[in-house]
């Protein structure tokens, strides 16, 4: 009767079996490193495009420099508009004062600053221990501390004058410890957009 039975049992038992052994077969051949894999590829892509963000922005900003630029400056504006945080993090370690005086256009330094006023919009002022001439006080417009900002423009002129050098110091140090006191995640200050795009420079 056991006899029988087992016999009977037998090819549910090879079926059972084959199928045991099949699905066995699956595990051992299946792709299992492709998760590793796909999450290195991605951190990896990532880290690729960072890469080409950072370039296409250190690129834009050593390229504003003279009069406005007309298209490739908007192009550039587009550059740090679309990537904010991040044109900040580049531009600040940058931030060196410059010989001061007056020039046509805006040397790239004076760019640099005009682009963090704009993503941010904050705008700092310093005195100066130099004594402004006449010319100078009409371009840089000392508040009523005497306080002046780091350039003075007259946009339809295409004109700058850059302010001495102390207070050049003072403002960029100003900058320095803004950004020393905002976390990573701390959202940017809202940028000012009451002003057209095609003149955010002024």
Same mark, same amino acid.
């Given at each position: 009767m056991l006899a029988s039975v087992a016999v009977r049992l037998l090819p549910r038992q090879l079926r059972f079996l084959a199928c045991a052994c099949a699905a066995f077969l699956l595990l051992l051949t299946a792709p299992a490193p492709a998760v590793a894999a796909s999450t290195a590829d991605s951190t990896a892509a990532e880290f690729a495009h960072? *890469? %080409?963000?950072?370039? $296409?922005? $250190? &690129? #834009?900003?050593? %390229?504003?420099?003279? !009069? !406005?630029?007309? *298209?490739?400056?908007?192009? *550039? /504006?587009?550059?740090?508009? &679309?990537?904010?945080?991040?044109?900040?993090?580049?531009?600040?370690?940058?931030? %060196? #004062?410059?010989?001061?005086?007056? #020039?046509?256009? &805006?040397?790239?330094?004076? /760019? %640099?600053?005009r682009v963090l006023q704009r993503l941010t919009g904050l705008t700092f002022r310093a005195r100066t221990r130099a004594r402004l001439g006449e010319e100078e006080k009409k371009w840089l417009a000392p508040d009523s501390t005497g306080a002046v900002p780091f350039a003075g423009e007259n946009a339809a002129r295409g004109m700058t004058w850059v302010a001495p050098r102390d207070a050049q110091r003072d403002i960029l140090d100003q900058w320095r410890r803004w950004w020393d006191g905002i976390s990573l995640s701390t959202p940017l200050p809202v940028k000012d957009r009451s002003r057209d795009g095609a003149t955010w420079w002024y």
């Open positions: 960072l *890469a %080409r963000t950072d370039s $296409l922005i $250190l &690129a #834009s900003l050593d %390229r504003m420099r003279g !009069v !406005v630029q007309g *298209a490739d400056t908007m192009v *550039a /504006w587009k550059v740090f508009e &679309a990537h904010p945080r991040r044109t900040v993090v580049l531009l600040m370690p940058t931030l %060196r #004062s410059i010989p001061h005086g007056l #020039s046509l256009g &805006a040397p790239n330094m004076v /760019w %640099r600053v």
